[in-house]
């Protein structure tokens, strides 16, 4: 093997596979990261078992070869390199990956690629395209509506419902669910339901331009685009019947414009964020025909009173107290400059959803005070 | 200004009490203890005229027998402790509001800006004992300092009845002489390392070096040092008891146990604790399941949850693992301890929209309805309907 590569592509590459590479294992091997130089690029491979992730960088291969090296002694090296041309050789005398820059060498122990388990990628026939800046619009409204791993295992992932010409993508962690309505041109019948960790990754080095293809069989899902190929087990827990679960009509439904009321509910959270307040981060909606009134009280800090004047109101009055943090962080992804609001009083959900796009719903549980 | 602090410590209090409400035992010897026949059968408090006899706190109902034939031994009530703790709590309260209780029968109380209203801390403490005799008929021992240490230590010098006043420089003729045992804060533990270090005596504790101390057991040495020396600056707080820190059940068993059987243990000790934890509106994060062998090897283990929760179910699930994970499925068990601890205050339920929890939210919720009106005992888990469960032990 010997390659010639720019350390301005190769790095992101290495800093992103080790995002996958597992810090805990009895599996020495999986560390490690497999290189390979084919014609034209260079791809590094690595996997957790229940994710594999490949990427490919252009690169002017002299000699094509495979290696496996521990991945984050790699990346943190290429890291600290400057900007120039790295050349990356096999020295198969010593077993090791001989690194060099300018006037400078390292060399790198490796493991004899046989060890490194294969990790299976699906065939690469694409059920859905979608380009990278769209996917990454629609991952910014779902991904932190997700349950945090070691808390609902079950709810760690976002479910993607094909059903006739409509895709639902949705998320939730079971306090409260965000449900994203799009276009499903390729008329697929299907379900997935995706690790949100992966999602995560797959966000943060998907191209805006390119356009990935996702692939799905048998508990396993590929994402792939001209630079990287994402491959993944699937959560295997039934994701709830979400529908049933979006009120149809509402009691009370109100415009408003979003900046304000994020605006309040920012000044909100501060007056709900001290340490002892962690149960009780509780701001209290009232909404009559004129504005919602937003309350906050901590017996340590002090309280809150704001006024947010209503756009619009269908009439009635209506009362409920919410986690102030589920309240705030739809408003932060959402784009249109007024939103509506449904409000179902103190124990039914409350519903966001955009004016303009109109597809992005999302959905809160208010909480019930302990008399 | 000095503060001045005292120690009111009650007199045996368990055997007091009965002694107060059953004139008949005055003057005689009286032991409390738990039920010989469930094995709770430790003496819990010995009136001074079993004390004279012999008769120590720990004893087991036959040893006691066995020193003092003549004792009349009386079943604990604990509801009759706890009203006559809080009758003497309420008179407490008519001398200062600076009143914290340190334990059933012992209370702390800080009189340094009453001395124009009641007199001297002396006269306030003879009022006080005065009062707490004539109103409930228990007799105290008050320690009189300028500080908590000093009032605990001065409580402790004369017993029964006694009034004794430490100040600081009382310290070297007064407390230094006494073993390091007799310390506030030192332990069988700490007694054996500090004799290690050929500290037999407080006074030999207060002149070693701190500084080495330190190096020892950490900050706990340095705090040993100052208590040794009579300098403590904790104030008295009489919100100690409002803040709750954990809440734990515990269980000496009818006899030894099995894995299997504890199972069904744990569940009971589950309930109790989340109904207490709901009762005070608590929730906490960190389960802690307490066990001891019939030889009294005991073993302590806890477990953090990523949520915090009252609900029985999650309690009794993270117990379970917890046994199953820390101790042999064949090895006996003869206590069983279980907390939840972590608290912080609940202010707000958040429901959930697909979890089942809801549903144990609500059967726990409708159990809780029922045993706020027909008494703790009256609804329970079809599991304790067999053999070797609270009916049986309690």
């Not at chain 1, 252009?58 to 050349?87: C, F, M, N, S």
């Not at chain 1, 059920?127 to 079950?154: C, E, H, N, T, W």
């Not at chain 1, 619009?312 to 309240?327: I, M, Q, V, W, Y």
């Not at chain 2, 706190?57 to 004792?71: D, N, S």
Request: some cysteine.
């Amino acid at each position: 093997m010997l390659i010639k590569c720019q350390q301005s592509e190769l790095s992101p590459a290495l800093s992103a596979v080790c995002k996958i590479v597992p810090t805990r294992t009895t599996i020495p091997v999986l560390k490690g990261c497999l290189c390979s130089a084919e014609k034209g690029k260079f791809c590094v491979e690595v996997t957790d078992l229940e994710s594999g992730l490949k990427i490919q960088i252009p690169a002017e291969t002299e000699k094509e070869g495979k290696t496996v090296v521990e991945a984050r002694y790699l990346a943190e090296l290429i890291r600290r390199l400057p900007d120039t041309e790295v050349t990356l050789s096999f020295d198969e005398e010593a077993q090791q990956l001989v690194i060099s820059c300018g006037r400078s060498c390292y060399r790198l122990n490796t493991w004899p690629v046989e060890d490194y388990p294969p990790f299976s990628l699906l065939a690469s026939e694409g059920k859905y395209k979608i380009v990278g800046s769209k996917f990454k619009s629609f991952l910014k409204r779902l991904l932190f509506a997700v349950a945090p791993q070691d808390i609902r295992p079950g709810y760690s992932g976002v479910y993607f419902h094909f059903k006739g010409n409509v895709l639902n993508i949705v998320a939730t962690d079971t306090y409260r669910l965000a449900l994203l309505e799009v276009e499903n041109e390729e008329f697929l019948e299907d379900e997935i339901f995706v690790p949100a960790h992966v999602l995560g990754e797959i966000n943060r080095i998907l191209n805006d331009e390119d356009v990935m293809s996702i692939s799905w069989n048998n508990g396993m899902a590929t994402f792939q685009t001209p630079y990287f190929n994402f491959t993944t087990r699937l959560l295997e827990t039934k994701f709830p019947n979400y529908q049933q679960v979006i009120p149809l009509t509402s009691q009370l439904q109100v415009k408003v414009n979003r900046l304000e009321l994020m605006a309040a509910l920012e000044r909100a959270s501060l007056f709900v964020s001290s340490p002892d307040h962690k149960q009780s981060s509780i701001t209290q909606l009232v909404v009559d025909e004129q504005s919602i009134y937003i309350t906050a009280v901590s017996s340590h800090i002090g309280s809150l009173y704001e006024e947010v004047s209503l756009l619009d109101t269908s009439g009635g009055k209506c009362e409920a107290a919410f986690n102030t943090r589920f309240l705030l962080e739809p408003l932060r992804v959402m784009e249109s400059e007024a939103i509506v609001l449904n409000l179902n009083g103190a124990d039914g959900p409350a519903v966001y959803h955009e004016e303009e796009v109109g597809s992005y719903f999302h959905l809160v549980l208010p909480v019930r005070p302990v008399s | 200004m000095e503060r001045v602090i005292l120690l009111a410590d009650m007199n045996s209090f368990f055997a007091s009490v009965h002694q107060a409400i059953d004139p008949s035992l005055r003057g005689k010897p009286v032991v409390v203890s738990g039920d010989p026949s469930t094995r709770h059968g430790v003496v819990l408090s010995a009136s001074y005229e079993a004390k004279a006899k012999g008769v120590k706190t720990g004893m087991t109902v036959r040893e006691a027998r066995a020193t003092c034939p003549e004792a009349i031994f009386v079943k604990s009530q604990y509801h009759l402790y706890l009203e006559f703790s809080s009758r003497i709590l309420r008179i407490m309260h008519n001398f200062t509001p600076f009143v914290e209780p340190f334990s059933i029968d012992e209370a702390f109380l800080d009189v340094t800006g009453c001395q124009k209203l009641f007199g001297p801390p002396i006269t306030i403490a003879r009022k006080l004992k005065e009062r707490i005799r004539q109103e409930t008929g228990i007799s105290c021992s008050v320690g009189i300092g300028p500080n908590k240490l000093l009032a605990k230590m001065a409580a402790g010098l004369e017993k029964p009845d006694g009034l004794t006043v430490l100040r600081h420089e009382d310290v070297p003729h007064r407390l230094w002489p006494l073993p390091v045992r007799e310390l506030f804060g030192v332990g069988p533990r700490y007694e054996y390392h500090l004799n290690r270090l050929n500290i037999r005596t407080i006074g030999d504790l207060a002149n070693f070096p701190v500084e080495l101390l330190k190096r020892k057991f950490g900050v706990k040495g340095e705090v040993l040092w100052l208590c040794a020396n009579g300098i403590d600056a904790s104030p008295v707080d009489p919100n100690t008891l409002k803040q709750t820190k954990s809440i734990g059940q515990q269980i000496t068993l009818p006899r030894d146990y099995r894995n299997g059987e504890l199972k069904t243990v744990i569940l009971e000790l589950a309930d109790l604790v989340s109904y207490r934890a709901r009762l005070k509106k608590c929730i906490g994060k960190t389960v802690v399941l307490f066990l001891k062998d019939p030889h009294f090897y005991c073993l302590c283990r806890r477990q953090t949850l990523p949520e915090y929760t009252n609900l029985a179910a999650d309690i009794s699930r993270t117990a379970l693992e917890l046994l199953k994970r820390n101790w042999p499925a064949n090895w006996s068990v003869r206590m069983v301890g279980l907390a939840l601890a972590n608290l912080v205050p609940q202010y707000a339920d958040q429901p959930a929209l697909f979890d089942e929890k809801e549903k144990i939210k609500s059967i726990e919720k409708a159990c809780d309805l029922v045993r706020n009106k027909y008494g703790k005992e009256t609804i329970f888990r079809a599991a304790s309907l067999k053999e070797g469960c609270w009916k049986y032990y309690t």
